[in-house]
T-cell receptor, first 116, second 108 residues
């Protein structure tokens, strides 16, 4: 089975800090995604990547950036954390060239980030 | 605007069938319908997906309306382990649009 691993389960940071959330997948998937999940809002796409060094904005990219230097790793960066970025962050991956919408998404367990 | 609409919550008795509805009235011809579920403290996991025809797998069945504007996830015999939030997703273009999900409670 595909394994998507997020580096931290819980993270507490202070306002203004630079925060890195790491995600690694072990199945050679081309596509990787970062979502945030908030009560009553479901999952919202922040950024996605369909190849190394390629990235595309999702629905809510403001305040975030991403990095994909290697195929298996996709990092989410909060340049200057703010309290409204307190959320559950979920990483996902899928196979296929470009984003094939008939392919399954495989999710990590999530990182609960609290910004104080 | 939400691309999928689901009831916030549903209840089912254990070992009875469960029908979880979803409306996706803005669906276009090449959009796939996916269902995922999320157990407490876990990331979402894939359940089933389809395009036009009804689909069956070991976890569930997916019934898609003829006009494709709605679909129903069917769990044939609910167990306590099926208690989760079920998300109906429209996969369109290069994105997967999640709704707010239906929280399923299974009553022993």
């Amino acid at each position: 089975d595909v394994k998507v691993t997020q580096s931290s389960r819980y993270l507490v940071k202070r306002t203004g800090e630079k925060v890195f959330l790491e995600c690694v997948q072990d199945m050679d998937h081309e596509n990787m995604f970062w979502y945030r999940q908030d009560p009553g809002l479901g999952l919202r796409l922040i950024y996605f990547s369909y190849d190394v060094k390629m990235k595309e904005k999702g629905d809510i990219p403001e305040g975030y950036s991403v990095s994909r230097e290697k195929k298996e790793r996709f990092s989410l960066i909060l340049e200057s954390a703010s309290t409204n970025q307190t959320s559950m962050y979920l990483c996902a991956s899928s196979r296929g060239v470009m984003i094939a919408t008939n392919e399954k998404l495989f999710f990590g367990s999530g990182t609960q980030l609290s910004v104080l | 605007d939400a691309k999928t609409t689901q009831p916030n919550s549903m209840e089912s008795n254990e070992e009875e069938p469960v029908h979880l509805p979803c409306n996706h009235s803005t669906i276009s011809g090449t959009d796939y319908i996916h269902w995922y579920r999320q157990l407490p403290s876990q990331g979402p996991e894939y359940v089933i997906h389809g395009l036009t025809s009804n689909v069956n797998n070991r976890m569930a069945s997916l019934a898609i309306a003829e006009d494709r504007k709605s679909s129903t996830l069917i769990l044939h015999r609910a167990t306590l382990r099926d208690a989760a939030v079920y998300y109906c997703i429209l996969a369109t273009g290069n994105q997967f649009y999640f709704g707010t999900g239906t929280s399923l409670t299974v009553i022993p």
